[in-house]
């Protein structure tokens, strides 16, 4: 075995999802991590949402804020504004309505996938 694969094999995760737990894709997504014993932190959207920081973190991993946002979302009226807000208002309206979002978010460390990507996360293991 090489150093460089014994160091993949020795660093852990440290996998946060966030969620809802009505989420068809979230309970898919801590599912794929429990089976593997993979530790996660899960955070249910509802109760705690994403921090200024730990969402702009996201939305830089996943490619900007546009990303992370559901069209499929219940709340098509505030997605609609804000899909039509100026780039420097659409965060503070995201964290005020995060209902939004498009779920599972999964971090880990500085990486970040949307939605149920098992194929991403395959990669982390």
Do not use: H
């Not at 200024?52 to 900007?64: C, I, P």
Request: hydrophobic share 40%; with cysteine; charged share 30%.
């Amino acid at each position: 075995m090489t150093k460089v694969t014994s160091l993949r094999r020795t660093m852990k995760m440290n996998i946060q999802i966030f969620g809802t737990n009505k989420s068809f894709d979230t309970k898919k997504a801590v599912r794929y991590f429990k089976e593997r014993k993979i530790p996660i932190q899960f955070v249910d959207l509802k109760e705690k949402g994403l921090s200024k920081g730990e969402f702009r973190k996201v939305a830089q991993a996943v490619g900007g804020i546009d990303a992370l946002l559901d069209p499929k979302c219940k709340d098509k009226d505030t997605l609609a504004l804000i899909q039509y807000l100026a780039e420097d208002q659409k965060e503070a309206k995201i964290l005020e309505n995060q209902q939004v979002l498009k779920t599972p978010i999964v971090r880990n460390g500085a990486k970040a996938t949307v939605g149920y990507v098992p194929d991403v996360w395959k990669a982390w293991e």
